[in-house]
């Protein structure tokens, strides 16, 4: 292994302990809606945060703010938990974490499902949350919105507001290797399981794309398995 490898494992582990404790801090039984902060997306998260139903706990997962952005986002949103994950061991200012392994690093620190929100979507009635669940033995995913099929590739979620069956994505991760973050190059044993679903080698979820996005293995995987996903009302409200 080299010191790259070592350093992308310390940083995964030390996120995932920072996800464990926050998860502990969060009232049980509630369901977490994680909005991802970006610097170039604070300045809409306050608004992302609105509008929760009394189930709902938002919060902010910071991938790359500084202490002055955390300070702003604080007295924006008092009362909105904060992750504050590392995303450089150096200290690095620029230093932003995929998509993806962010995903990830929530799902690795407990298997209750969760919502990932992007920063620039906004629910603009709390009744939508009422009818916000997922059924983990049968869905992988509940959301919103939808990308539509192309020929005899399928439709399947997009990550603007989704629901995750994080135990089933934890299962796979152990059996089929498979991360939540883009990859033109899945692990062996992914790319086993994606043959055994009709996606060989060349061949991925969208036509226009020569990898895997975000969350698309697990997507492709667990729809071969008999999971399907479920889309929720309120797209556009």
């Not at 292994?1 to 920072?18: F, K, T």
């Not at 938002?58 to 909105?80: C, E, I, K, T, Y």
């Not at 869905?139 to 507001?161: H, I, K, S």
Request: include cysteine.
């Amino acid at each position: 292994m080299n010191y790259g490898s070592i350093r992308s494992a310390a940083l995964e582990q030390a996120n995932r302990l920072i996800c464990r404790r926050a998860f502990e801090a969060i009232e049980p039984g509630s369901l977490r809606t994680f909005i991802v902060v970006t610097p170039h997306l604070i300045h809409m998260a306050p608004l992302a945060a609105l509008n929760h139903g009394p189930k709902v706990i938002p919060v902010f997962v910071a991938n790359g703010l500084s202490q002055d952005d955390l300070g702003w986002l604080r007295r924006m949103s008092p009362g909105v938990p904060i992750i504050e994950l590392q995303t450089s061991f150096s200290g690095n200012p620029d230093s932003l974490l995929t998509h993806g392994v962010v995903i990830d690093h929530l799902a690795g620190a407990s298997e209750a499902p969760f919502c990932i929100q992007d920063a620039d979507c906004f629910v603009l009635d709390a009744s939508f949350w009422n009818d916000v669940t997922i059924d983990v033995r049968e869905e992988y995913a509940t959301c919103v919105f939808v990308r539509e099929g192309e020929g005899d590739r399928p439709a399947f979620p997009e990550t603007f507001l989704t629901v995750l069956n994080s135990s089933l994505m934890l299962e796979y991760r152990r059996k089929f290797s498979i991360r939540s973050e883009s990859t033109a190059r899945p692990s062996r044993r992914a790319r086993t399981a994606l043959a055994g679903a009709g996606y060989g080698e060349g061949r991925v979820l969208e036509t226009l794309k020569n990898y895997y996005d975000t969350l698309q293995q697990f997507w492709v995987i667990a729809s071969s398995k008999g999971f399907h996903y479920r889309k929720l009302a309120g797209e556009g409200a």
